[in-house]
């Protein structure tokens, strides 16, 4: 309960390493394998595996999330489902957001005409 009582704060326990659960580091089975690491991880260049895998990982994920939405095929809406702006494409969007500017512009221009 001790260790409990320290985690949560003290409750005027006080937070010394004891406490918070911590030990000193003693000898421990190496034949035993973990697959978090085991007792006080530290493995070998771990930041420069980490930046391989980071770099892995966006090789692969910008090329396919590219394919995904050029390949992504759009379903008219039906009558059953209501229309959101988020149902139309990239593209879609942009020229609806062009037709509008010039909408306001023609508006624009013709108050000031008057």
């Known amino acids: 309960l001790g260790w409990l009582c320290g985690m949560a704060g003290g409750f005027g326990l006080g937070t010394s390493r004891a406490a918070m659960g911590s030990v000193p580091r003693f000898k421990y089975p190496k034949q035993v394998w973990s697959p978090a690491g085991g007792w006080w991880p530290n493995p070998r260049h771990w930041r420069r595996n980490t930046a391989l895998v980071a770099f892995a ?23 059953k489902v209501p229309w959101r702006p988020n149902m139309l494409t990239r593209e879609e969007v942009f020229a609806l957001h062009d037709a509008r500017m ?13």
Request: negative net charge.
């Open 57 to 79: 990982m966006f090789c692969i994920l910008v090329p396919a999330g590219v394919w995904s939405e050029q390949n992504t095929v759009r379903t008219p809406p039906s009558g």
């Open 102 to 114: 010039a909408q306001e512009a023609e508006r624009a221009a013709a108050a000031a005409e008057e």
